[in-house]
T-cell receptor
Framework: NAGVTQTPKFRILKIGQSMTLQCTQD?????MYWYRQDPGMGLKLIYY???????DKGEVPNGYNVSRSTTEDFPLRLELAAPSQTSVYFC????????????FGQGTRLTVV | GENVEQHPSTLSVQEGDSAVIKCTYS??????FPWYKQELGKGPQLIID?????GEKKDQRIAVTLNKTAKHFSLHITETQPEDSAVYFC???????????FGDGTTLTVKP
């Protein structure tokens, strides 16, 4: 199994550009999450989804959008990129709601200049 | 909502020494406490977890203890090795919560 796969691994964006970070999992997990990790900091939840067609905001949703049209895919959209969105982004999935292991992707390192 | 505090933020030990990382949580309903290890350039990976009906759990050189009354849990690594150098995150969640709350991480450096 590939687990959780994120693309791209690295990306440089100019201020005002937009992009989509892709995330797909092959474990048939219902629950998926997007986190950002700033240098030397912990993981901040951006958005999460408890199943196809259902999404909800996390701690830091401003400037981002998500969709969940299938169980496997949970893309994160950045509109009008800003330097404050420079970070490493992690996608994760869990089998059950809460109280269970999270499986993380390898991360996407995004720089906005 | 849940709040998780993790200490220390950095920890440096000599190879062979023990390392202890502590976390406190605020939501008494939390019942699952995982620890993740993040190596450079990679995503976090689960190394050990504990549920609220257990006070201690061991896996070779790694152990986790939970004190529900005080609402804190700790990661213990014995006989540390250079390959233990990484960032460690604690987290807390509860059944039907939909999401976990993570601590800010501890950067562990094991000096050979």
């Amino acid at each position: 199994n590939a687990g959780v796969t994120q693309t791209p691994k690295f990306r440089i964006l100019k201020i005002g550009q937009s992009m989509t970070l892709q995330c797909t999992q092959d474990m048939n997990h219902n629950y998926m999450y997007w986190y950002r990790q700033d240098p030397g900091m912990g993981l901040k939840l951006i958005y999460y989804s408890v199943g196809a067609g259902i999404t909800d905001k996390g701690e830091v949703p401003n400037g981002y959008n998500v969709s969940r049209s299938t169980t496997e895919d949970f893309p994160l959209r950045l509109e009008l990129a800003a330097p404050s969105q420079t970070s490493v982004y992690f996608c994760a999935s869990t089998q059950k709601e809460g109280a269970t292991e999270a499986f993380f992707g390898q991360g996407t390192r995004l720089t906005v200049v | 909502g849940e709040n998780v505090e993790q200490h220390p933020s950095t920890l440096s030990v000599q190879e062979g020494d023990s390392a202890v990382i502590k976390c406190t949580y605020s939501d008494s309903a939390s019942n699952y406490f995982p620890w993740y290890k993040q190596e450079l350039g990679k995503g976090p990976q689960l190394i050990i977890d504990i549920r609220s009906n257990v006070g201690e759990k061991k896996d070779q050189r790694i152990a986790v203890t939970l004190n529900k009354t005080a609402k804190h849990f700790s990661l213990h690594i014995t006989e540390t090795q250079p390959e233990d150098s990484a960032v460690y995150f604690c987290a807390a969640s509860r059944t039907n919560a939909g999401k976990s709350t993570f601590g800010d991480g501890t950067t562990l450096t094991v000096k050979p």
